[in-house]
């Protein structure tokens, strides 16, 4: 079972999605960034049934096998299958930031699924899908397609601030591809403001329409949470008041935390104390945005672990030792 939380092509992207040609079926989760320029590699003549930024997946499968994964721009978990051949194509993002498990059963059937929790039940064994890899049923092996070369080769080159901030906005400008309304968590610290800052940019105009259209909707909403007299609140509105947002604040209870408890850890799959204490207020958040109908946030998110923004990197002996330890914050 698969259950799509659809942001482009909202009412015709359904899924499964099928290629008509070769029987192939395929069911993901994620967003891809480049799906036009993707779909103007491919050399054959295809049955396109969507306009969903992931059925290109079906017809780069076709034309290219596994070869296609490197030029993927975004996020993305998925399963592919072949009703002739019955073979099975598993593939999993860069860095994993779109979650999968993989299990089998004592008869050797294999399972996947974006929470341990839907197949749990039915494997003897059962693992995180590793990021940056790929599953053949006809192989039976994890390939990892995902090699990066700055993982072991530290940068000699002095660093372009006008390179990085081009790199930031273009990150952030793809990922405002949508057709839902959409959102910024906005704590008032510094990752969260830029973030939203650049977001603000360019809410005005449509992505998808290559800035040909106005936004659907124009006026950005911003969400921060925190205890009654929580300085990230005060902050947050500084910070959403200079870049114009429509800014809600969440006020929660020490005890609204304690009884969402249950359904935190229900949904992390997890007992790390760390993890669940900082997921808490987003979950008592995500509560609230999701009422209000927006199905897409961007965060701050990621960049302590690209940047060594977290405290206990300023004890790394060198610039080495802080190099692989960000490297093994993002991919290890």
Same mark, same amino acid.
């Given at each position: 079972?698969?259950e799509?939380l659809?942001i482009?092509?909202?009412e015709?992207?359904?899924?499964p999605?099928y ?6 079926v395929?069911?993901?989760n994620? =967003?891809i960034?480049n799906?036009?320029e993707l ?5 054959k003549p295809?049955?396109w ?8 997946l079906l ?5 290219f096998?596994?070869?296609?994964l490197?030029d993927i721009d ?6 592919l299958?072949d009703?002739k051949?019955e =073979?099975?194509f598993?593939?999993r993002d860069?860095i994993g930031i779109? +979650?999968l498990?993989?299990g089998?059963?004592?008869?050797g059937?294999?399972?996947?699924a974006s929470?341990m929790?839907?197949i749990?039940s039915h494997c003897?064994?059962l693992?995180?899908?590793p990021p940056?890899?790929y599953?053949?049923?006809s192989?039976?092996q ?6 990066p ?5 530290i +940068? ?6 006008t390179n990085?901030?081009?790199?930031l906005e273009d990150?952030?400008?793809k ?5 839902v ?6 704590s ?6 830029? &973030? ?7 809410s005005?105009k449509?992505?998808?329409?290559g ?9 950005m909403?911003?969400f921060a949470?925190g ?5 990230d609140?005060?902050?947050?509105k &500084?910070?959403?008041?200079a870049i114009?947002t429509?800014?809600h604040?969440c006020?929660?209870?020490v ?5 969402a ?7 992390l799959?997890?007992y790390?104390?760390?993890t669940i ?5 987003m979950y008592?958040?995500?509560r609230k945005?999701k009422?209000?109908? &927006?199905?897409m946030v961007?965060s ?5 672990e690209?940047?060594?923004g977290?405290l206990?990197f ?8 802080l190099h692989?330890?960000?490297v ?5």
């Open positions: 079972m698969h799509r659809s482009v092509d909202v015709h992207g359904a899924q999605l290629d008509t040609k070769t029987n192939r395929l069911a993901v994620g =967003e960034y799906h036009k779909a103007k590699k491919l050399n295809h049955d049934q969507t306009h969903s930024d992931c059925e290109v017809y780069l499968y076709d034309e096998g596994s070869d296609f490197n975004g996020i993305f978990a998925f399963c299958y009703k051949t =073979e099975y598993i593939a860069h779109v +979650p498990y993989i089998w059963d004592n008869n059937v294999t399972y996947v929470e929790k839907a749990e003897e064994k693992q995180e899908f940056g890899h599953y053949k049923g192989e039976k994890f390939v990892q397609w995902y090699k070369e700055w993982t072991e080769n +940068p000699d080159e002095a660093v372009s601030l990085l901030r081009k790199a990150s952030v400008r990922q405002l591809m949508c057709d309304p959409y959102g910024v968590l906005l008032g610290g510094l990752d969260s403001s830029i &973030i939203s800052a650049i977001a603000a940019k360019y005005k449509r992505i998808e329409s800035d040909a259209e106005e936004a659907w909707w124009p006026r909403h911003s949470i205890l009654e007299g929580s300085p609140l005060m902050h947050a &500084i910070a959403a008041d114009g429509v800014h604040e006020i929660y209870t005890q609204e935390g304690l009884d408890l249950k359904d935190v850890i229900y949904h799959e997890t790390d104390v760390t204490r900082a997921a808490t207020p008592l958040m995500a945005i009422s209000m109908g &927006i199905k961007l701050g998110e990621g960049a302590d690209v940047l060594g977290y206990y300023h004890m790394a002996p060198n610039k080495e030792e692989h330890e960000t093994r914050k993002l991919i290890k």
